[in-house]
């Protein structure tokens, strides 16, 4: 079976809650594409909700509980999108799945990774996106002009102290995006990396706790030139507008969404959060 024109989809991992079913809302509603969705099963109720959303606005929606992130989980998934979508028929492919570890690569805080948390970490944040590229590939389910997109952050810019591998992992997502496009680009289609600022979710709120989640909102209020954290809601509109035809001649590309959100960093350093107008450097 092949799709036609009207019978797109994304193809969204991590698709249950945050940035992954903003991103579905935002595609169902423009382009208008249908969703494939796979997730862990954390959030069960955020998942039954969201699909009840999407068919409300008429897209056929599959949502499959499983570990998209292991080689295993791509071929078994791509089987079934290919049952459900049929070839060609992949408009919009988000690799928006978590699952890394934190810690230090030395042993000296009582954290040091495990050669198993590093596996696991590079094939959640970074593997998995070659694997599922090549699997949409060789199954022919790419649509036309296709649009594959990794999501990262700004840890390469400013370093956290237990994310090494986190941003270890991200920066050979960005090598693999950059090489994708090359491979993929003659077929017509788009591979690219968007990098956003901190997004507000339930969850972060939640594990924070109030009051550490309030200091972050201030800060990030301080630093970010537009008084405002990132929304999840932010990051599903800008996935559609580059699910769009605008965003064509984007390829092997960090597109920067932070809303300049280290610009101001070695300002607050000097002047303090609140910039002291007036003093000096």
């Known amino acids: 079976m092949e799709s036609t024109a009207s ?6 991992l991590g698709v249950s809650s945050g940035c992954g079913a903003a991103i579905a809302r935002a595609v169902a509603r423009d382009p208008g594409l ?3 969705g796979v997730h862990r099963g954390h959030h069960p109720d955020s998942a ?5 959303e999407l068919r409300a606005l008429g897209r056929k929606v599959v949502m499959l509980v499983g570990d998209a992130g292991l080689p295993e989980g791509v071929l078994a998934h791509a089987a079934a999108l290919q049952q459900a979508a049929g070839v060609r028929s992949v408009a919009l492919f988000v690799h928006s799945i978590a699952g890394a570890s934190l810690g230090h690569f030395l042993p000296t805080h009582g954290d040091g990774f495990h050669p198993r948390q590093f596996e696991k970490t590079f094939n959640y944040l970074a593997h998995s996106f070659p694997y599922w590229a090549r699997a949409l590939h060789d199954q022919e389910l790419l649509a036309p002009g296709a649009r594959l997109l990794g999501l990262t952050n700004v840890l390469h810019e400013s370093l956290l102290d237990n994310c090494g591998l ?11 995006v950059r090489h994708l496009a090359l491979e993929l680009g003659p077929l017509g289609h788009r591979v690219n990396l968007l990098k956003f600022a901190t997004v507000v979710t339930p ?13 972050l909102d201030e800060t990030h209020r301080e630093m970010i030139p537009a008084g405002r954290m990132c929304t999840v809601d932010d990051v599903g509109r800008i996935v559609s507008v580059l699910a769009g035809e605008a965003a064509e001649w984007f390829n092997g590309a960090t597109i ?23 003093d000096g450097p």
Request: proline letters at 3%; glycine letters at 10%.
């Open 256 to 278: 920067d969404y932070t809303g300049g959100m280290t610009l101001r960093l070695l300002d607050i350093v000097v002047r303090g959060p609140r910039g002291r107008q007036g």
């Open 48 to 52: 039954r909700e969201l699909e009840d």
């Open 166 to 176: 986190i941003i270890a992992a991200k920066a050979a997502l960005e090598m693999y």
């Open 7 to 12: 019978d797109r989809w994304a193809v969204i």
């Open 34 to 36: 249908h969703v494939f």
């Open 203 to 215: 969850s972060l709120a939640t594990m924070l706790g109030p009051r550490v989640f309030a200091s």
